[in-house]
């Protein structure tokens, strides 16, 4: 089936804490996931990425984590800000090999919440 | 920083009316898709869009939805006969190429409203 979806719709931190959204997929043909942020009132904002031939990815204060034995993915947001609070979505791109000519699969998404 | 930009923000309809959602992606894009996301849920894909003809579209894009390149700026979205659950939030993206590593480039959304 095409699913993408997420363990905790609702994460409340504390200002410089660490954040730690988790999602789930089910195509393991799948080669290329992404993790976006969305604002109130707005689309879409990338994030950071992670193909398939990785474990790991680090950004500026973000790291993706990729295990593939278990169709499972993570973000990690370092020293998490009030800036930071959204809804992060994961989302899987399908390919001609993974049933797609490149749409995005979403996940259901997690409002992250940072608290002073 | 070039992006994508949507029109209407928000656009309020009567049950059976059509409506027109317009986007201008970016410049040298070449590859074009609808989502939707209706409130408190997650983004669904509509349809993907490419050298002036459909290249996939999702079960949601039934007979009532259409998308047209009228012109080299314009990307629309087409709603024939709108339903109260058409309801939603409308998000046009672009991409410049086709490789499954090309970053799909948000625009900010249109929120349809069908009374």
């Known amino acids: 089936g095409e699913s993408v979806g997420l363990h905790l719709p609702t994460l409340s931190v504390q200002e410089g804490d660490n954040s730690i959204i988790n999602c789930a997929y089910s195509?393991?043909?799948?080669?290329?996931f992404i993790w976006y942020k969305q604002e109130s009132g707005k689309g879409p904002q990338f994030i950071i990425d992670i193909r398939s031939n990785m474990d790991k990815r680090q950004g500026q204060r973000v790291t993706v984590l990729l295990n593939k034995t278990v169709k499972h993915l993570s973000l990690q947001i370092a020293a998490t800000q009030p800036g930071d609070s959204a809804v992060y979505f994961c989302?899987?791109?399908?390919?001609?090999?993974?049933?797609?000519?490149?749409?995005?699969?979403f996940g259901a998404g997690t409002r992250l919440a940072v608290h002073p | 920083e070039p992006e994508v930009t949507q029109t209407p923000s928000h656009q309020v309809t009567q049950m059976g009316q059509e409506v027109i959602l317009r986007c201008v992606p970016i410049?040298?894009?070449?590859?074009f898709y609808w989502y939707r996301q209706i409130l408190g849920q997650k983004v669904e894909f509509l349809v993907s869009f490419y050298n002036n003809e459909i290249s996939e579209k999702s079960e949601i894009f039934d007979d009532q939805f259409s998308v047209e390149r009228p012109d080299g700026s314009n990307f629309t979205l087409k709603i024939r006969s709108t339903k109260l659950e058409d309801s939603a939030m409308y998000f046009c993206?672009?991409?410049?190429?086709?490789?499954?590593?090309?970053?799909?480039?948000f625009g900010p959304g249109t929120r349809l409203t069908v009374l």
């Open positions: 989302a899987e791109k399908r390919n001609r090999i993974s049933g797609g000519y490149n749409k995005l699969i």
């Open positions: 410049s040298n894009h070449l590859y």
């Open positions: 195509n393991s043909a799948s080669d290329y």
């Open positions: 993206a672009s991409t410049r190429g086709q490789g499954s590593y090309n970053e799909q480039f």
